[in-house]
């Protein structure tokens, strides 16, 4: 039995390793950068054994690779291997010590092992290369906080507020700080210190309720209810439906044995809740609690027999209030107050109680009118003023807090009347009127306030901010200005200008007035010639105004204050890339994309670098320095578009089609049916002169993009395709002399294409009104020698009179930019005469149109005579068709209608007039029709006429 299962497994583990071996040879033949990719992916993919292979792998093949080792000290820390982990952390800072994201990594290897010594000095090493860091600074405050350095992190998270102040992460790490700390010294019975964190947090995050919630449970389990009553009032005013808040505050009634109080509460509770089971039970209950805590003993129903026995009692219904108000049982107290006063309206003490009363229940619009009352019963004293005035304004707060700010205005109003060298009533008006969006009102309470407070700095900064606000910088400017000339130390002051200068820039430029922007910011730096946002702000002013020079140099000024600023060095490297100082911008992209790998602005804008320096060789006809450029790009990102198409540009205009081709192929891998990728593709064939693989090409560009344009290019590429063509003339002359009045030709022609030109095959038929019809035989060549010079010949031959017996013809071209010029000779022979000519012309090509002038020397022996003839055309449709006008003086041996007559037309003075319409369709039909008057002169007095039409039809196939 041990032979056969022998059998069965050698050949399944010899399959096995073979696998095995292809595995390795493929991964052998990846190179560090392609693995690395690899392990990336992986570690997204939360495969992390497998990233820890591919990166150990990489690291193999290239044991410096900076990335890799630190995407190895990530792995290891997320597998909780962490003496690995930190042994790759510690050789990437040990060779990059600005290596950014490593420190992060290693201060996270250290918490994870409690080491947090080791993390805090990691987080200090960092600060160090990337000073006030907030990200950095964040990662600190965490280890003191994991460390129990409460007190030291309090510092630091004040030193974080103090530069990210108005940071949101900055702000909610600050918060969770003091919630923390707040947390540990509660547990560690530290009340004093907890209350204040938690103080701390609130200061940060007013409506943080943790820090609510633990503070009035501090002072519950202190007995300080007074404190925590107060607290919770505090808190129903913002949410008085909150259900916790309420069943809290009952609680604290409760143990205080406020009884009146909470069965009031809990009425309220019940109604507002009335499903409620847990407040429903408490009915019963507690009002049998507080029948056993009064009875006998409590003063209050003592003072209420009194009452009911002698209504009229003073010192036992004041008894009663003072009682009622002390337990906070305000509610209780009025209504003990408006019992004395039904009978006693107006008795001032009673109703200077019920405006404390009032207060004491935060009703501050009712004690105020109360108040006012009381104020217009006698002289009013300061002492009355001031009340009411502190009523008002407590009773504006409120209205503002329910965004009543009519209503608020209407209370400040009233105060600033009672008491207008008030400073605070000012304050609340201007408030006021920003909040109902009246800024100029604002301005304008602050400018009465000013009139009895004259200098007041307050004012004057807040008028300042006011208008700022309102972009009357200059106006704001000025005040600051003159606030720092009496505090010339103030810090805020002068903080505060700059502000209003930056403020005013940055309008400015929102608007693209950058003249005016830039005024703003030099006013900030001839303050603080080192203010960062200044600098900032001008070097993009200078940028936007085309002022790359100046923008440079804002830039220097600011790389000496801070010289591994790599938002800085970004500019400076735009700012010279603008300047065509593309090796220098290169130098900068590039040592940032080192230093800072994973972040793919840098990467972008280095290649864009590239890309821009290449083109600048490309308009410098610099071709092999551009494409080297090109190629640079392709070994960053071998999918970058523009360095594929730049150099499928090169190589055609190289005439390296292959080369075009191969990129055109790569840029369609990477874009599947991309249209530019295609379209280049067709091109390349094209100037390969491969029509039918072009031809396809275009087929498959135009199911992507069937435009009017790549249509027609279709049909172009496609008649290339065609190398023969089917021709049809038709000649139609009439003479108003002479007994032969009319002569035709028809001709049929056969034509094949060839890559050096064209030959031509015709059959003339002919016929004339008195000899008869014939043939003629013609053979016609054009030959392409090299890109300038190209050949024409011709050989006829005719078997009766209506033909010429023999006509040759050659010409040689040779072009010269857009002129085209000719050398050439003709033979005719005509009944008995032997007829040679030479021939020159011209040509120049501009635009769509073309001209051609040709002139013959014509020996007929023993006569010598010379003929011109001018022709122009103006293309249409791309130049497929034209439209053709013709001027000639004296007969020409290439005149097909005239050829017959050629020996006795030869000296006459001839003058000819001819137009025309040819029309091609698809690139493959031509029609033409041509028109031609021809005068000759027989005597001074005779002149004959001749009229031809010519139709012409040609055909591709």
């Not at 608020?408 to 969006?437: G, I, R, W």
């Not at 022979?829 to 007829?835: C, Y």
């Not at 007929?860 to 001027?887: C, E």
């Amino acid at each position: 039995m041990r032979i056969p299962v022998l059998k069965f497994m050698l050949p399944l583990l010899a399959a096995v390793a073979v696998t095995e071996v292809n595995a390795q040879s493929s991964r052998t033949k990846k190179s560090a950068d392609e693995l690395y990719d690899e392990a990336v992916k992986a570690t997204k993919a939360q495969q992390y054994n497998d990233a820890i292979r591919l990166s150990r792998e990489a690291l193999d093949k290239q044991p410096n690779f900076t990335d890799q080792q630190l995407l190895l000290g990530r792995l290891y820390l997320l597998t909780n291997r962490y003496d690995s982990a930190r042994k790759y952390v510690k050789e990437v800072l040990a060779k990059a010590p600005r290596y950014r994201d490593a420190y992060f990594y290693a201060i996270n290897i250290e918490l994870a092992q409690k080491q947090y010594e080791e993390a805090e000095c990691y987080a200090d090493m960092g600060l160090g290369y990337f000073n006030n860091d907030r990200d950095l600074m964040l990662k600190k405050l965490g280890v003191m906080d994991a460390a129990r350095k409460f007190y030291q992190g309090s510092n630091y998270a004040n030193q974080l507020l103090d530069k990210y102040g108005s940071d949101s992460l900055v702000q909610k790490a600050a918060t969770g700080h003091f919630l923390e700390a707040g947390d540990y010294f509660r547990k560690n019975g530290y009340g004093n210190l907890s209350r204040s964190n938690y103080e701390k947090a609130l200061m940060i995050d007013p409506a943080n309720r943790e820090a609510r919630e633990a503070i009035t449970s501090m002072y519950i389990r202190d007995n300080n209810y007074s404190a925590a009553l107060e607290r919770i009032n505090q808190e129903l005013a913002a949410s008085p439906g909150s259900y916790d808040l309420l069943m809290k505050k009952l609680g604290i009634l409760q143990e205080t044995h406020q009884y009146a109080e909470a069965l009031n509460l809990l009425e309220v509770i019940i109604k507002r809740f009335p499903g409620d089971t847990k407040a429903r039970s408490q009915q019963v209950t507690l009002r049998m609690e507080a029948a056993a805590y009064y009875a006998n003993t409590d003063p209050f129903a003592l003072y209420q027999g009194v009452i009911e026995k002698d209504p009229g009692n003073r010192e036992a219904l004041l008894k009663l209030i003072g009682l009622s108000m002390s337990r906070g049982a305000y509610r209780e107290a009025l209504t003990w107050i408006n019992f004395g006063l039904k009978r006693r309206p107006e008795d001032i003490q009673l109703l200077n109680l019920k405006i404390d009363v009032l207060e004491g229940d935060r009703k501050y619009s009712e004690a105020a009118s109360l108040a006012e009352r009381v104020m217009q019963r006698q002289h009013p004293t300061a002492e009355q003023i001031d009340r009411f005035v502190r009523l008002k304004l407590a009773s504006g707060r409120d209205y503002i807090a329910q965004q009543q700010y009519a209503e608020a205005l209407s209370e400040f109003e009233s105060a600033y009347k009672a008491a207008p060298a008030d400073t605070t009533v000012p304050d609340m008006l201007a408030n006021t009127y920003l909040l109902l969006k009246q800024p100029a009102q604002a301005v304008a309470a602050l400018d009465n306030a000013l009139e009895k407070h004259p200098g007041n700095a307050h004012f004057l900064l807040k008028k300042a901010n006011i208008l700022a606000d309102i972009g009357q910088y200059d106006q704001a400017a000025a005040i600051i200005e003159t606030l720092l000339q009496r505090y010339p130390a103030n810090e805020n002051y002068s903080a505060q200008l700059k502000e209003i200068h930056l403020s005013a820039g940055r309008i400015f430029m929102q608007n693209e007035e950058y003249e005016q922007a830039r005024e703003q910011f030099l006013a900030v730096l001839a303050a603080d010639p080192n203010q960062p946002d200044a600098l900032q702000y001008l070097i993009n002013a200078e940028s936007a105004m085309q002022q790359p020079d100046n923008a440079l140099a804002y830039v220097e000024q600011a790389l000496q204050r801070d010289p591994h600023n790599r938002d800085l060095l970004f500019k400076k490297a735009g700012i010279l890339s603008s300047r065509q100082q593309y090796a220098e911008a290169d130098l900068i992209l590039d040592s940032l994309r080192q230093r800072y790998p994973f972040t793919a602005r840098y990467r972008t804008a280095y290649t864009d670098n590239l890309l821009a320096a290449g083109a600048a060789a490309q308009r410098r006809q610099q071709t092999d320095s551009a494409l080297q450029l090109f190629r640079e790009v392709l070994n960053i990102n071998r999918k970058d578009s523009m360095a594929l198409l730049y150099s499928i540009n090169l190589y055609n205009g190289k005439g390296a089609y292959d080369s075009a081709l191969a990129y055109a192929d790569q840029g369609l891998r990477y874009y599947p049916n991309n249209t530019a990728f295609l379209q280049k593709k067709v091109v390349t064939l094209e100037n390969k002169k491969d029509y039918a693989a072009a031809a396809l090409a275009a087929d498959t560009l135009l199911q992507y993009n069937n435009t009017g344009a790549n249509t027609e290019y279709a049909d172009y590429l496609r008649s290339k395709t065609l190398r023969n063509q089917f021709g049809l003339f038709f000649l139609r002359s009439t003479y108003d002399y002479g007994g032969n009045r009319w002569y035709n030709i028809a001709t049929v022609e056969y034509r094949h294409f060839m890559k050096k030109g064209s030959y031509a095959a015709r059959l003339n038929y002919g016929g004339r009104q008195e000899q008869g019809t014939g043939l003629m035989g013609e053979l016609e060549l054009y030959y392409t020698h090299s890109k300038k010079m190209y050949s024409y010949a011709l050989a006829s031959y005719g078997t009766t009179d209506v033909f010429p017996t023999v006509r040759l013809a050659y010409s040689i071209f040779r072009s010269f930019g857009n002129y085209e010029a000719e050398l050439g000779a003709r033979y005719l022979k005509a009944d008995t005469a032997n007829v040679i000519s030479g021939v020159a012309s011209i040509a120049r090509t501009f635009d769509d149109f073309y001209v051609n002038l040709r002139a013959y020397v014509i020996s007929d022996q023993p006569d010598i005579y010379s003929s011109f003839t001018l022709t122009t055309r103006y293309y249409l449709n791309k130049h497929q068709d034209y439209v053709s006008l013709v001027a000639g003086l004296g007969t020409n041996p290439d005149d097909r209608s005239r050829l017959v007559q050629f020996p006795q037309l030869a000296g006459l003075l001839t003058r000819s007039v001819g137009t025309g319409y040819q029309k091609t369709f698809k690139y493959r039909t031509t029609l033409g029709l041509f028109g031609t008057w021809i005068n000759q002169k027989i005597s001074n007095t005779i002149f004959q006429n001749q009229y031809d039409i010519y139709v012409t039809l040609q055909r591709k196939f």
